[in-house]
């Protein structure tokens, strides 16, 4: 039985990124979150459309 990945939830991103500013999760805990709210998928997104960051 293959296991189709959900799409990326960018609300459990932005939570787990959140809970990590603030001190409230493990670095563990926090990239497992990120993990399987898909950040991998984000970032392979990301890379493939040649996206930069803007200097703030």
């Known amino acids: 039985m293959a296991f189709d990945r959900p ?11 959140e809970a990590w500013e603030k001190g409230e999760e493990l670095p563990g805990k926090v990239l497992a979150n ?11 997104e990301l890379k493939a459309t040649g996206w930069t960051p803007k200097a703030s």
Request: no cysteine; aromatic share 10%.
């Open 34 to 44: 990120l993990k399987t709210a898909g950040l991998a998928e984000i970032l392979a």
């Open 7 to 17: 799409a990326p939830d960018m609300t459990k991103l932005f939570a787990a990124w």
